[in-house]
């Protein structure tokens, strides 16, 4: 039996690959920073959470590292930890990077120390391309990264591609554009959308606030993201891959799509911080803009080419955004009305 290591279990793809690998027969160890209470909601509903093993270790502690290495001996390390908030970056720049990339070297030291066959998976991003706007995106595209948050992954990325280089370590930089589910933390734009329009549809009456809605992502389905890390690291060697569905839509589309999902037919007024969006058939205002949401500085559109990754591991997204905002819409819906609490 194999085990696995996933660092930030309790995060929505450390749910969803977690239940992945244990039905393809790991052993799964998940970390968690110490705190009073738990959240393991993602793992409940996926109902798994007692068949994964949870280990408190904190990222910024190479002692901890170094402990959970030596204890498990895992074969696969998913490293998914991450302070993944991009709008907190501007604000925790320096946590941002700790938490992001110095603790990639921990783990990347630890695993030197331990042991260098465990191979290693680095959660990167797209956000890593963030200015370059004029082109889909892949493994060999220039990065422009737009944030603290995109810097601190670039840093990882280098470092994980170096420690591959320099010592030979198996590491994978997984580049996955972004990824959501009914999973999604409830901060992250889809999921905002969704949770926010469940509650307008079941009659409450405060319309969503976003800030810029005509940014426009490369959004797919986090299991079918999670299932693309494992196939990385069951290949003969090491290398970076893109996870993408190549086409991307406008926030202001994606609201459009979950609302049709339930029965709600939006249009637009205004321009800029001015506009709102109605509900044509019962008239009650569904969005305002909200320039609180504004970034320092924003990433208007990213679009990625996962060519190499359906060429290599034969992967490919199965749903599509349409099918996601619907899914997730429904989910959040039926959450609401059996008077779940929105987590
Ligand atoms: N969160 C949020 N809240 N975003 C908003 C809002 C709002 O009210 N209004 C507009 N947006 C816009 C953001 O400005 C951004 O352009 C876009 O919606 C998507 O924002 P997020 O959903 O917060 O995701 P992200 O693209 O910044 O980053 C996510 O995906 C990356 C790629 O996989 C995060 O999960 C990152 O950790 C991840 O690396």
């Given at each position: 039996m194999?085990?696995?290591?996933?660092?930030?279990?309790?995060?929505?793809?450390?749910?969803?690959l977690a239940r992945h690998l244990i039905n393809e027969g790991?052993?799964?160890?998940?970390?968690?920073?110490?705190?009073?209470?738990?959240?393991?909601?993602?793992?409940?509903?996926?109902?798994?959470?007692?068949?994964?093993?949870?280990?408190t270790v904190e990222m910024l502690e190479f002692g901890n590292i170094l402990s959970v290495l030596q204890e498990f001996r895992p074969d696969e390390i998913y490293n998914l930890a991450a302070q993944s908030f991009v709008g907190v970056s501007f604000e925790q720049p320096i946590f941002t990077m700790e938490a992001n990339a110095v603790a990639v070297y921990r783990l990347l030291e630890a695993i030197r120390i331990?042991?260098?066959?465990?191979?290693?998976?680095?959660?990167?991003?797209?956000?890593?391309?963030?200015?370059?706007?004029?082109?889909?995106?892949?493994?060999?595209?220039?990065?422009?990264?737009?944030?603290?948050?995109?810097?601190?992954?670039?840093?990882a990325h280098m470092a994980t591609t170096n420690y591959r280089e320099a010592h030979q370590l198996f590491c994978c930089n997984g580049i996955l554009f972004n990824h959501e589910s009914p999973l999604r933390g409830a901060e992250f734009v889809t999921r905002k959308i969704t949770t926010n329009l469940a509650r307008l549809a079941l009659g409450d009456d405060r319309p969503l606030r976003l800030g810029n809605i005509d940014a426009r992502r490369d959004w797919g389905y986090a299991e079918d993201y999670c299932h693309g890390m494992h196939l990385m690291m069951t290949r003969?060697?090491?290398?970076?891959?893109?996870?993408?569905?190549g086409t991307a839509i406008s926030v202001r589309d994606f609201v459009i799509h979950a609302a049709e999902a339930l029965d709600m037919q939006l249009e637009f007024d205004g321009e800029g911080s001015e506009e709102t969006a109605h509900d044509t058939r019962t008239?009650?205002?569904?969005?305002?803009?909200?320039?609180?949401?504004?970034?320092?500085a924003e990433v208007n559109t990213l679009i990625g080419d996962a060519s190499k990754a359906r060429q290599e591991l034969d992967w490919a997204p199965k749903i599509s955004v349409v099918e996601?905002?619907?899914?997730?819409?429904?989910?959040?819906?039926?959450?609401?009305?059996?008077?779940?609490?929105?987590?």
């Open positions: 194999k085990t696995a290591l996933i660092t930030g279990i309790t995060g929505q793809d450390g749910a969803y790991y052993r799964v160890i998940g970390t968690k920073r110490r705190s009073a209470s738990t959240n393991t909601w993602r793992l409940d509903e996926l109902g798994i959470t007692e068949r994964v093993e949870l280990a331990v042991d260098p066959e465990i191979r290693l998976y680095q959660a990167s991003t797209s956000e890593m391309y963030g200015g370059i706007t004029t082109e889909s995106c892949g493994e060999t595209s220039r990065f422009y990264p737009k944030s603290p948050y995109a810097v601190s992954k670039v840093a003969d060697n090491p290398a970076d891959y893109v996870l993408a569905t008239g009650r205002c569904i969005l305002r803009i909200d320039p609180e949401h504004y970034r320092p996601l905002a619907g899914m997730m819409a429904h989910k959040d819906y039926n959450r609401l009305k059996s008077g779940a609490a929105i987590l």
